[in-house]
């Protein structure tokens, strides 16, 4: 048992570990911050450092405006990069246009699921079994507690919620949208859907 753990905690030492050019064992999960502004805003680094191989994204909202109107910067740009350092990618999304599903999975070039019906674990389990990782090696990233954060933990997953992409707010989130999103910041550097700087808008 002992020797079991002494080999596990030094595991990214051993050749052929994909994490051992970024692991620094003074990192840990419980480290990552739990909150950021944007997807971009994560740092790869970190997430190496602690022992995450995968990431299960939500679409809506993270990636991507539900009106189709904003592109969290340089969102698509943070996806390449970090499947070029060999993270794997799921994408659960809650919503149900398909035409729009297929077409981010074309763009992003990543498996998504939908309608995933977060919080509720199937769909979570069902991205680990295909990304082929255990819940300690995957983060969530999303902008929504009910759905995303309260999903990821119900799996055991760690998860980074992202604030929210400016869109019209459905009639719960006028009552209480601030209780599960975070507002995505005035006075922060938003895209429009040709990648262009965008005006905040005004709702
Ligand atoms: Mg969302």
Same mark, same amino acid.
């Not at 502004?37 to 740092?43: F, H, R």
């Not at 919620?161 to 400016?166: A, D, S």
């Given at each position: ?7 596990? +905690?030094?595991?990214?030492? *051993? ?22 502004? =944007? ?17 299960? &994204?939500? !679409?809506?909202? =993270?990636?991507? +405006?539900?009106?189709?109107?904003? &592109? ?9 990069? $970090? ?29 998504? *699921?939908?309608? $995933? ?5 199937? +769909? ?9 990782? $255990? ?10 507690? #009910? ?6 933990? *119900? ?7 992202? =604030? ?10 006028? *009552?209480?949208?601030? !209780? ?22 005004? #709702?």
């Amino acid at each position: 048992m002992l020797a079991k753990r002494v080999l596990s +905690s030094i595991s990214f030492l *051993l050749p052929g570990s994909q994490s051992a050019q970024y692991r620094n064992p003074d990192f840990t999960k419980s480290q990552l911050p739990k909150q950021t502004i =944007t997807l971009a805003c994560v740092d790869l680094g970190q997430l190496s450092a602690a022992g995450i191989k995968g990431i299960i &994204l939500d !679409l809506d909202n =993270t990636i991507v +405006s539900e009106d189709d109107r904003y &592109l969290s910067p340089g969102a698509e740009a943070w996806i390449q990069q $970090a499947k070029q350092q060999g993270f794997r990618f799921f994408v659960l999304s809650n919503g149900k246009r398909q035409y729009r599903v297929d077409a981010w999975r074309q763009r992003l070039d990543v498996p998504i *699921l939908s309608p $995933a019906k977060k919080p509720f674990p199937k +769909s979570f389990r069902r991205a680990l079994m295909q990304m082929e990782l $255990a819940p300690h090696q995957v983060v969530v990233i999303g902008d929504s507690r #009910h759905t995303d954060v309260l999903g990821a933990w *119900l799996v055991g997953c760690s998860c980074i919620q992202v =604030t929210t992409l400016p869109h019209p707010p459905r009639w719960w989130e006028k *009552l209480c949208g601030r !209780l599960v999103q975070i507002p995505y910041p005035p006075e922060q550097e938003l895209w429009d859907m040709n990648g262009q700087p965008a005006r905040y808008p005004n #709702h």
